[in-house]
């Protein structure tokens, strides 16, 4: 066998791979968050948490929804497990009185640790010192909270998913077709609270006047309490000659026949006295049109006397009624009118906002229509769920990608803009960022900024919900 050092330029090709392998290597370590031999520390400190099993190293470390550090260790700690937090420069050193929680960032159970910028005021924790247990905030898994319960409560609830699934199930159409029904709802809702709105300072004179008229009765509640013994005396005393009244009202019918054949008794009288009418005609015009008036009324005043017979038990009870119906009246409208005040910016946004709402909630149906074999072989409803993967699930980013197109807060009908070119962002400040992970699929659209749109009168950004103005 014949045997031949390598060449030079062999060995140079093998060590520039070799160094390449071991800078891609760092580099993607890096950008995933985890840290570079004898790089310098930052500032670090120590949280101990509960409840901490799915807290891993290099998980991100945020405050109001920015990563700020990282979590560098995590020790056990008796029951407890301490961990080591690493903050970048500039949001170092916390005050002491800073308090820490633990969340979740996806469905997958993906803990990280979010912190409380605390007050200016509070002293600076030291470096390397440990965050105050009383800082620290319990988190409730969903399991434990679910193991509070016993099994006749467990068993209840499994049976009430089960059957909402059943009650549910192919009934999707008829839940859509509800739910549509809520647009007339709130469009009627509009209208009849725009009503009110627009008679604000009525029904606030209604309450006012209503309020004081309640002081006033408050403030004499004993001559109060003497009328409503007299008034009782009096309705008592009037049940007991109800009868006598009754009688009373129908006789004044065949009182009025007599009277309507009286008076046509008189005019035939009158025409008989000729002689004494032409002494009297100056005033003959205006007898003739008063008895003839007369004799049309008569019939009606007959009926109008009839129907009292009826009227005078139902005016006894419902009159008693009226009254504590408007005594209740005034507490209610000064109820009413504080809620409508809170109430009616919260109707203008959800009419802003109608159509995403009732999409949201026709949308529970459709995701809840799935069926599976479950253990036993009977079908089962299961959640729909679509877990996108893409180049910003992977975390540890110290800035947002060139990619990434985030809004907080659309406009209404701007999720309709995703076939239309692309959804809208708040900002295009990130696309000058570096893309530190190959994007994934054809890329991200063309970054176009969300105008301000226009609610309750003030043109911004995202609306502000406030509190109707008094009138």
């Known amino acids: 066998m014949v045997t031949q050092a390598p060449r030079r330029g062999a060995i140079l090709v093998a060590l520039v791979f070799i160094l390449a392998s071991i800078g891609l290597s760092m580099f993607v370590w890096s950008s995933l968050g985890g840290g570079m031999p004898l790089s310098p520390k930052g500032y670090r400190f120590h949280a101990s948490f509960e409840n901490a099993s799915q807290l891993q190293s290099n998980a991100s470390v945020r405050i109001a929804g920015v990563d700020v ?13 301490d961990a080591t937090i690493e903050l970048k420069s500039d949001f170092a050193p916390v005050p002491s009185d800073t308090r820490a929680i633990l969340r979740q960032k996806t469905l997958l159970g993906e803990t990280f640790v979010v912190l409380t910028p605390g007050s200016r005021d509070a002293p600076k924790l030291a470096e390397g010192g440990t965050l105050a247990v009383a800082n620290i905030e319990s988190t409730q898994p969903l399991d434990r909270v679910f193991g509070l319960l016993d099994a006749e409560t467990r068993a209840n609830i499994q049976s009430l998913f089960t059957d909402g699934a059943t009650a549910l199930g192919g009934r999707g159409a008829e839940v859509n077709q509800a739910l549509g029904e809520l647009g007339p709802l709130t469009d009627d809702l509009e209208i009849m609270l725009a009503i009110l709105d627009r008679q604000r ?7 006012r006047d209503s309020g004081t008229v309640l002081r006033t009765v408050g403030t004499h509640r004993a001559a109060v309490a003497d009328i409503v013994r007299a008034g009782a005396s009096v309705a008592s005393a009037t049940a007991s ?3 006598a009244l009754t009688e009373t009202v129908r006789a004044l019918a065949p009182a009025l026949r007599t009277l309507r054949r009286a008076s046509g008794a008189v005019t035939r009288t009158a025409t008989a006295a000729g002689p004494v009418l032409s002494e009297l005609r100056p005033v003959a015009p205006l007898v003739a049109p008063a008895l003839g008036s007369l004799r049309r009324l008569a019939p009606q005043m007959e009926a109008v006397l009839a129907d009292l017979d009826t009227a005078l038990p139902v005016a006894k009870r419902a009159l008693p009624a009226t009254a504590h119906l408007i005594r209740a009246l005034g507490p209610f409208m000064e109820v009413v009118y504080p809620a409508t005040r809170e109430i009616t910016p919260i109707i203008d946004l959800v009419q802003a906002n109608r159509r995403e709402l009732i999409a949201t909630m026709a949308n529970v149906s459709s995701a809840t229509q799935a069926t599976a074999p479950g253990v036993d072989g009977t079908p089962v409803h299961y959640l729909r769920a679509h877990i996108p993967f893409h180049e910003e699930s992977i975390v ?5 990608l060139p990619s990434n197109r985030h809004n907080a807060y659309f406009r209404p009908g701007g999720l309709e803009r995703m076939a239309d070119g692309g959804l809208l962002a708040s ?6 960022n570096p893309q530190i992970v190959p994007v994934i699929g054809s890329g991200a659209p063309p970054c176009r900024v969300q105008p301000p749109w226009t609610y309750d009168g003030r043109t911004a950004y995202f609306p502000h919900v406030d509190r ?3 009138e």
Do not use: H
Not at 201 to 207: A, D, E, F, H, R
């Open 69 to 81: 550090g990282r979590v560098v260790a995590v020790d056990p700690d008796g029951l407890r497990t």
């Open 201 to 207: 300072s009525s029904v606030g004179g209604l309450i």
């Open 241 to 243: 000659r109800d009868r």
């Open 396 to 400: 540890g980013y110290a800035e947002r």
């Open 427 to 432: 900002d295009c400040s990130n696309t000058s």
């Open 468 to 470: 109707a103005p008094e």
